[in-house]
């Protein structure tokens, strides 16, 4: 018998109908177990034109970000193999499965989407100035973490249960830095990362800030690098090491 697999979609403030296609798309394609839908909107009218998915909606009224979305959903998902797509259908449902494969084969840990890997399809383009802060943080990042990669942020990633139980208790991020935590933890515990290149396009009602969101991203990643360092072993880092706060997993536990 394959591997199940469990999806989680985090959503905040879903275009409707981007959103509806998008989860049938994951369940005709992927043939998961499970779809869960982590809605940060609570409003009766959303949840009312998502209620006849073929998955899971669990809507709350805080926003959570990204990160506490995923860590949320993953937590419930009791399948052999967890993944996460974004909401707003960047990643079509095949770079999804292509994302997947992988983890389901046993041949990865940890499998990264990519949209800047060299085989990937970009069908549109970002503006310049969100392509060039995006490429200034992948080389970044590459020469801080122990993952060599293109792409750190593409919104389609895929772990097995083992790996997700390594990983849960170092992630802190809450927002979109969330991603990147995931993989320079992944790494710095040596597991298996493969990068995957994708189909996708850029949707312009992203809820992305390009200024904020890199803002965001560059701090996260020197906290990322900091705690992977200290899993690592680093005197330094653990002599510089402070209350990292609490643990995505020991947050939001009552709102499903």
């Not at 697999?5 to 394609?29: F, K």
């Not at 399948?79 to 770079?95: E, K, R, Y």
């Not at 943080?137 to 990669?149: C, G, I, K, V, Y």
Request: hydrophobic share 40%.
């Amino acid at each position: 018998m394959p591997p199940s697999l469990g999806v989680v979609v985090p959503a905040y403030r879903p275009d409707v109908g981007v959103l509806s296609s998008y989860v049938r798309a994951l369940d005709e394609r992927l043939d998961p177990a499970v779809i869960r839908v982590e809605l940060d909107d609570s409003s009766p009218d959303v949840r009312s034109a998502l209620a006849d998915l073929p998955a899971t909606v669990n809507a709350v009224s805080a926003r959570r970000g990204k990160g506490g979305a995923v860590t949320f959903g993953f937590e419930r998902l009791d399948t052999d193999v967890l993944a996460f797509a974004d909401a707003d259908g960047s990643t079509p449902a095949g770079s999804v499965a292509a994302v997947v494969d992988p983890v389901r084969a046993g041949g990865a840990d940890l499998s990264v989407g990519s949209r800047r890997h060299p085989d990937a399809d970009v069908r549109s383009h970002q503006t310049l100035a969100r392509r060039r802060l995006g490429d200034a943080f992948a080389w970044t990042a590459r020469r801080l973490l122990d993952a060599d990669l293109h792409d750190f942020q593409c919104g389609a990633k895929a772990l097995t249960r083992d790996a997700w139980a390594s990983v849960r208790r170092h992630l802190y991020e809450p927002g979109f830095a969330w991603d990147v935590e995931l993989v320079a933890i992944a790494g710095a515990l040596d597991q298996r990362i493969v990068e995957v290149p994708v189909t996708w396009e850029d949707m312009p009602d992203s809820t992305v800030s390009p200024v904020g969101t890199t803002l965001e991203l560059g701090w996260a990643l020197l906290r990322a690098r900091h705690r992977a360092r200290r899993l690592r072993g680093d005197r330094t880092h653990d002599v510089l090491a402070r209350d990292g706060g609490i643990a995505l997993v020991d947050r939001h536990t009552d709102n499903d």
